[in-house]
T-cell receptor, first 114, second 110 residues
């Protein structure tokens, strides 16, 4: 079974702090994604990566950056956390090749910024 | 523009009362349509992939079907443990992104 592991389930940070969210997948997937999920807005793509050191902006990249130094690890960085970044953050991975390349999600990281 | 619309937003069923959830989509060449189940406070759990119109997939009380414009998730004789939010997503042939609907929140009452 594919396993996507997010480093923290719950975090509480203060405005202006730098926040790191880490994600590791164990199935050698090329693609990795970071989404945020808010009530009424659904899942919104922040960034995705289709290879090591490669990244592309999603729909809402402002205020975020990412790092992919190894194939299995994809980190989301909030340089200076703000209260409007309080949300559920979901990491996912998928194959590039293959018929459809389903997304497999981690358990999520609930971030609260005070 | 690729997009996904799910209906209804919320659905309450009595235990044993069968129903269907709808996912309407527009995409420039369908690579796959996906159904997920999401429990509160957790990440979405993959259920099915459908690739082409006419295809059907089943898992326990769930059956997913696909036409050229929409997909249905049929729930037969649901149980309280089927209560969750069900998400639909599509992936096009032309890109690497997935497009999600906002989900249907299903509550099954004992």
């Amino acid at each position: 079974d594919v396993k996507v592991t997010q480093s923290s389930r719950y975090l509480v940070k203060r405005t202006g702090e730098k926040v790191f969210l880490e994600c590791v997948q164990d199935m050698d997937h090329e693609n990795m994604f970071w989404y945020r999920q808010d009530p009424g807005l659904g899942l919104r793509l922040i960034y995705f990566s289709y290879d090591v050191k490669m990244k592309e902006k999603g729909d809402i990249p402002e205020g975020y950056s990412v790092s992919r130094e190894k194939k299995e690890r994809f980190s989301l960085i909030l340089e200076s956390a703000s209260t409007n970044q309080t949300s559920m953050y979901l990491c996912a991975s998928s194959l590039w090749a293959g018929v459809a390349g389903e997304l497999f999600f981690g358990e999520g990281s609930r971030l609260t910024v005070l | 523009e690729d997009q996904v619309t799910q209906s209804p937003e919320a659905l309450r069923l009595q235990e044993g009362e069968s129903s269907s959830l709808n996912c309407s989509y527009t995409v420039s060449g369908l690579r796959g349509l996906f159904w997920y189940r999401q429990d509160p406070g957790k990440g979405p759990e993959f259920l099915f992939t459908l690739y082409s119109a006419g295809e059907e997939k089943e898992k326990e009380r769930l059956k997913a079907t696909l036409t050229k414009k929409e997909s249905f998730l049929h729930i037969t004789a649901p149980k309280p443990e089927d209560s969750a939010t069900y998400l639909c997503a599509v992936r096009s042939n032309t890109g690497n992104q997935f497009y999600f609907g906002t989900g249907t929140s299903l509550t099954v009452i004992p």
